[in-house]
């Protein structure tokens, strides 16, 4: 039988401002560097039977605090960050770096997406997560994202921060081992909060050329899921909604443990990342919640 656990709930909160520079076409490009700076992250969860522990970020943050009460265990990551507008899967992203002109680019710079704290300052927002069991059985557990998971505007009646959500992507990120010490990562899915037209991002491809640089190109056509997720009550309908964020299945004492990474970033090949939108303020909610067989 199939049974719903209470699960986990995740809310982070950016608030946006701006520094100059230039840019174009989708991008942002009266102001280059669209700075988001980045408050905290409270992970909570009520359910007995998932453990929700921070692992480590990309970011230079502050020490996290943990807050045990009676049935429920709070975490809180706060630092002050900025990210700018990039572009990718989640797993590699990029950045062109504007020529004069509004179609070309000198250079396309990678950033990086692994490495010591620090690495995505000023790029993109990243932590990792442990997912865990507190008790193991032969009965699988299966993590997944449900209905109040948003990426919404700071105030619904400012313009920009109404603008700047539809802009921005989640990638959730597993390991091939469960571990992001010692496994390699991969893309689960990526997240918008609505459905682009034809959604794109630049990878690296060296038979192509991107905004006049060689070795790159613009995927179209992009695969992403989209609008409001929907919370189900069993493992197979949920999957078809959207993958499970982790798998706790396991019996053993290092199974059903698992680190997931999430990583958010304003994608610049999104037709709202434009001047417009500049200055916009968003927040992000991930509701988090169990099936087990």
């Not at 020490?63 to 009676?70: D, F, G, Y």
């Not at 706790?248 to 434009?274: Q, S």
């Given at each position: 039988?199939?049974?719903?656990?209470?699960?986990?709930?995740?809310?982070?909160?950016?608030?946006?401002?701006?520094?100059?520079?230039?840019?174009t076409?989708?991008?942002?490009?009266?102001?280059?560097?669209?700075?988001?700076?980045?408050?905290?992250?409270?992970?909570?969860?009520?359910?007995?039977?998932?453990?929700?522990?921070?692992?480590?970020?990309?970011?230079?943050?502050?020490?996290?605090?943990?807050?045990?009460?009676?049935?429920?265990?709070?975490?809180?990551?706060?630092?002050?960050?900025?990210?700018?507008?990039?572009s990718g899967?989640?797993?590699?992203?990029?950045?062109?770096?504007?020529?004069?002109?509004?179609?070309?680019?000198?250079?396309?710079?990678?950033?990086?997406?692994?490495?010591?704290?620090?690495?995505?300052?000023?790029?993109?927002?990243?932590?990792?997560?442990?997912?865990?069991?507190?008790?193991?059985?032969?009965?699988?557990?299966?993590?997944?994202?449900?209905?109040?998971?948003?990426?919404?505007?700071?105030?619904?009646?400012?313009?920009?921060?109404?603008?700047?959500?539809?802009?921005?992507?989640?990638?959730?990120?597993?390991?091939?081992?469960?571990?992001?010490?010692?496994?390699?990562?991969?893309?689960?899915?990526?997240?918008?909060?609505?459905?682009v037209?034809?959604?794109?991002?630049?990878?690296?491809?060296?038979?192509?050329?991107?905004?006049?640089?060689?070795?790159?190109?613009?995927?179209s056509?992009?695969?992403?899921?989209?609008?409001?997720?929907?919370?189900?009550?069993?493992?197979?309908?949920?999957?078809?909604?959207?993958?499970?964020?982790?798998?706790?299945?396991?019996?053993?004492?290092?199974?059903?443990?698992?680190?997931?990474?999430?990583?958010?970033?304003?994608?610049?090949?999104d037709?709202?990342a434009?001047?417009?939108n500049?200055?916009?303020?968003?927040?992000?909610?991930?509701?988090?919640?169990?099936l087990?067989?």
């Amino acid at each position: 039988m199939k049974k719903r656990k209470i699960g986990t709930a995740i809310t982070i909160v950016f608030v946006s401002a701006i520094a100059a520079t230039s840019g174009t076409l989708a991008w942002f490009s009266t102001v280059r560097s669209a700075t988001i700076n980045y408050n905290e992250a409270k992970i909570s969860t009520t359910d007995s039977n998932l453990l929700v522990d921070y692992k480590s970020s990309l970011n230079t943050m502050a020490t996290p605090t943990k807050q045990a009460l009676t049935d429920t265990t709070i975490i809180t990551i706060a630092s002050p960050q900025v990210v700018t507008d990039v572009s990718g899967n989640g797993l590699n992203l990029y950045r062109p770096m504007w020529a004069q002109t509004s179609v070309s680019a000198s250079s396309i710079q990678t950033i990086a997406t692994s490495g010591a704290a620090g690495v995505a300052d000023g790029y993109y927002i990243d932590f990792t997560v442990t997912f865990s069991r507190s008790s193991m059985d032969s009965s699988g557990m299966k993590v997944f994202l449900g209905p109040d998971t948003k990426i919404a505007p700071k105030n619904s009646a400012t313009a920009e921060d109404a603008g700047i959500v539809k802009a921005v992507r989640m990638a959730v990120i597993n390991y091939s081992d469960g571990s992001i010490d010692t496994g390699t990562p991969s893309l689960n899915f990526l997240y918008a909060t609505e459905a682009v037209a034809d959604p794109k991002y630049i990878e690296a491809d060296g038979a192509s050329s991107a905004y006049g640089v060689a070795g790159y190109k613009v995927t179209s056509g992009v695969s992403l899921i989209t609008g409001t997720l929907t919370q189900k009550y069993t493992i197979a309908t949920a999957e078809a909604v959207a993958p499970a964020i982790a798998d706790l299945f396991g019996t053993g004492p290092t199974d059903g443990v698992e680190d997931v990474t999430f990583r958010f970033f304003v994608e610049g090949e999104d037709p709202h990342a434009v001047d417009a939108n500049l200055g916009g303020v968003f927040t992000i909610d991930l509701d988090i919640y169990t099936l087990s067989e």
